[in-house]
Protein backbone atom coordinates (compact mmCIF):
# COMPACT_ATOMS: atom_id res chain seq x y z
CA UNK A 1 0.00 0.00 0.00
CA UNK A 2 2.97 2.87 0.82
CA UNK A 3 4.49 2.67 -3.08
CA UNK A 4 1.10 2.81 -4.21
CA UNK A 5 0.11 6.05 -1.87
CA UNK A 6 3.88 7.19 -2.55
CA UNK A 7 3.05 7.20 -6.45
CA UNK A 8 -0.28 8.85 -6.59
CA UNK A 9 0.64 11.42 -4.10
CA UNK A 10 3.54 12.39 -6.36
CA UNK A 11 1.45 12.38 -9.22
CA UNK A 12 -0.58 14.04 -7.41
CA UNK A 13 2.21 17.13 -7.44
CA UNK A 14 2.62 16.68 -10.93
CA UNK A 15 2.87 14.77 -14.08
CA UNK A 16 6.28 12.22 -13.65
CA UNK A 17 7.85 9.56 -15.18
CA UNK A 18 8.79 6.55 -12.44
CA UNK A 19 12.52 7.35 -13.08
CA UNK A 20 11.14 10.78 -11.83
CA UNK A 21 9.25 9.21 -9.12
CA UNK A 22 12.58 7.37 -7.92
CA UNK A 23 14.75 10.26 -7.82
CA UNK A 24 12.12 12.25 -5.61
CA UNK A 25 11.76 9.33 -3.47
CA UNK A 26 15.34 9.77 -2.74
CA UNK A 27 15.80 13.63 -3.06
CA UNK A 28 13.23 13.16 0.17
CA UNK A 29 15.23 10.06 1.61
CA UNK A 30 11.56 8.57 1.79
CA UNK A 31 13.69 5.16 2.35
CA UNK A 32 14.36 6.30 5.62
CA UNK A 33 10.83 6.59 7.00
CA UNK A 34 8.50 4.65 4.90
CA UNK A 35 8.56 0.97 4.33
CA UNK A 36 9.42 0.82 0.48
CA UNK A 37 10.22 -2.73 -1.61
CA UNK A 38 13.25 -2.12 -3.97
CA UNK A 39 12.43 -2.61 -7.19
CA UNK A 40 8.69 -2.62 -6.57
CA UNK A 41 8.06 1.36 -7.75
CA UNK A 42 7.98 0.34 -12.02
CA UNK A 43 5.79 -3.17 -10.99
CA UNK A 44 3.35 -0.87 -8.83
CA UNK A 45 2.84 2.14 -11.94
CA UNK A 46 2.29 -0.97 -13.90
CA UNK A 47 -0.27 -2.27 -11.70
CA UNK A 48 -1.94 1.48 -11.05
CA UNK A 49 -1.94 1.87 -14.74
CA UNK A 50 -3.99 -1.81 -15.58
CA UNK A 51 -6.81 -0.19 -12.62
CA UNK A 52 -6.85 3.25 -14.46
CA UNK A 53 -5.44 5.13 -11.33
CA UNK A 54 -3.44 6.46 -13.83
CA UNK A 55 -2.68 6.98 -17.35
CA UNK A 56 0.04 7.73 -19.49
CA UNK A 57 0.18 11.85 -20.62
CA UNK A 58 2.97 11.31 -23.02
CA UNK A 59 5.84 8.79 -24.30
CA UNK A 60 8.96 11.01 -25.51
CA UNK A 61 10.86 9.73 -27.68
CA UNK A 62 14.60 10.11 -28.13
CA UNK A 63 17.10 8.51 -30.68
CA UNK A 64 19.57 7.79 -27.83
CA UNK A 65 17.66 6.39 -25.56
CA UNK A 66 14.49 4.26 -24.76
CA UNK A 67 10.76 5.69 -24.94
CA UNK A 68 10.37 7.78 -21.89
CA UNK A 69 6.34 7.17 -20.33
CA UNK A 70 5.18 10.46 -18.52
CA UNK A 71 1.67 9.21 -16.32
CA UNK A 72 -0.81 11.85 -14.58
CA UNK A 73 -3.25 10.78 -12.04
CA UNK A 74 -6.66 10.23 -12.92
CA UNK A 75 -10.04 11.09 -11.46
CA UNK A 76 -10.14 7.38 -10.07
CA UNK A 77 -6.29 7.76 -9.09
CA UNK A 78 -7.57 10.47 -6.87
CA UNK A 79 -9.83 9.39 -4.88
CA UNK A 80 -7.92 5.86 -4.19
CA UNK A 81 -5.31 8.50 -3.06
CA UNK A 82 -7.70 9.98 -0.88
CA UNK A 83 -8.41 6.42 0.34
CA UNK A 84 -5.32 5.20 1.06
CA UNK A 85 -3.94 8.62 2.62
CA UNK A 86 -7.27 7.91 5.49
CA UNK A 87 -6.48 4.34 5.95
CA UNK A 88 -2.58 5.05 6.18
CA UNK A 89 -4.04 8.09 8.84
CA UNK A 90 -6.19 5.39 10.58
CA UNK A 91 -3.68 2.31 10.76
CA UNK A 92 -2.69 1.12 13.79
CA UNK A 93 0.33 -1.13 14.39
CA UNK A 94 2.23 -2.32 17.49
CA UNK A 95 5.49 -1.36 17.29
CA UNK A 96 8.16 -4.33 17.83
CA UNK A 97 11.76 -2.52 18.33
CA UNK A 98 14.62 -5.48 17.06
CA UNK A 99 16.05 -5.69 20.73
CA UNK A 100 13.14 -6.68 22.88
CA UNK A 101 13.58 -10.49 22.00
CA UNK A 102 16.88 -10.16 22.78
CA UNK A 103 15.95 -8.11 26.40
CA UNK A 104 13.74 -11.33 27.02
CA UNK A 105 16.67 -13.15 27.39
CA UNK A 106 19.00 -11.14 28.57
CA UNK A 107 19.92 -12.69 31.61
CA UNK A 108 21.39 -15.43 30.01
CA UNK A 109 24.01 -13.24 28.06
CA UNK A 110 27.73 -12.85 29.10
CA UNK A 111 27.59 -9.19 30.43
CA UNK A 112 30.78 -7.88 29.31
CA UNK A 113 29.74 -8.58 26.01
CA UNK A 114 26.39 -7.14 26.63
CA UNK A 115 27.56 -4.19 27.99
CA UNK A 116 30.33 -3.54 24.90
CA UNK A 117 27.38 -3.96 22.13
CA UNK A 118 24.63 -1.57 24.07
CA UNK A 119 27.93 0.83 24.06
CA UNK A 120 28.15 0.43 20.04
CA UNK A 121 24.51 0.53 19.31
CA UNK A 122 24.44 3.99 21.55
CA UNK A 123 27.63 5.30 19.58
CA UNK A 124 25.46 4.20 16.09
CA UNK A 125 22.18 6.06 17.12
CA UNK A 126 24.28 8.98 18.09
CA UNK A 127 25.60 8.82 14.67
CA UNK A 128 21.93 8.62 13.53
CA UNK A 129 20.85 11.34 15.10
CA UNK A 130 23.31 13.77 13.89
CA UNK A 131 22.66 12.32 10.34
CA UNK A 132 19.02 13.48 11.11
CA UNK A 133 20.48 16.54 12.65
CA UNK A 134 22.01 17.59 8.96
CA UNK A 135 19.50 16.26 6.77
CA UNK A 136 16.81 18.58 8.67
CA UNK A 137 19.75 21.39 8.43
CA UNK A 138 19.82 20.77 4.48
CA UNK A 139 16.15 19.73 3.38
CA UNK A 140 14.40 20.72 6.23
CA UNK A 141 14.20 24.66 5.60
CA UNK A 142 11.03 25.01 2.79
CA UNK A 143 10.20 21.74 2.93
CA UNK A 144 6.17 20.78 3.12
CA UNK A 145 5.30 21.13 6.46
CA UNK A 146 4.57 17.29 6.34
CA UNK A 147 7.76 16.37 5.57
CA UNK A 148 9.34 18.58 8.68
CA UNK A 149 6.75 17.02 10.95
CA UNK A 150 8.50 13.64 9.95
CA UNK A 151 12.19 14.81 10.60
CA UNK A 152 10.46 16.09 13.68
CA UNK A 153 9.13 12.77 15.30
CA UNK A 154 12.63 10.99 13.94
CA UNK A 155 14.66 13.06 15.80
CA UNK A 156 12.37 12.80 18.96
CA UNK A 157 12.33 9.04 18.55
CA UNK A 158 15.75 9.21 17.75
CA UNK A 159 16.42 10.48 21.04
CA UNK A 160 14.59 8.66 23.04
CA UNK A 161 15.87 5.63 21.95
CA UNK A 162 19.15 7.26 22.61
CA UNK A 163 18.09 7.84 26.31
CA UNK A 164 16.97 4.36 26.42
CA UNK A 165 20.35 2.83 25.49
CA UNK A 166 22.44 4.57 27.93
CA UNK A 167 20.05 3.07 30.88
CA UNK A 168 20.46 0.16 29.29
CA UNK A 169 24.24 0.66 29.22
CA UNK A 170 24.26 1.58 32.59
CA UNK A 171 22.01 -1.34 33.90
CA UNK A 172 24.17 -3.60 32.09
CA UNK A 173 27.41 -2.10 33.57
CA UNK A 174 25.47 -2.40 37.31
CA UNK A 175 24.69 -6.31 36.37
CA UNK A 176 21.03 -5.86 36.43
CA UNK A 177 20.70 -8.19 33.94
CA UNK A 178 22.94 -11.04 34.75
CA UNK A 179 21.36 -14.23 35.69
CA UNK A 180 19.98 -14.42 39.44
CA UNK A 181 19.91 -17.43 41.42
CA UNK A 182 17.13 -18.82 42.53
CA UNK A 183 18.20 -21.79 45.40
Known sequence: MAMKLVILGLLMEGDKHPYEMQQVMQERHMEHYIKLAKGSLYYAVEKLLKQEHIAVREVVKDQTRPDKTIYYITEKGKKTFQELLKKQFQAETNYYHPMYTALAFIHLWDSDMITNILKERIEHTKFQLEML???????????????????????????????????????????????????
Open 133 to 183: ERVYQLYGVGAPHGSVSIMENAHELCKVELTWLEKLHQDAKDGLFEKKDRN
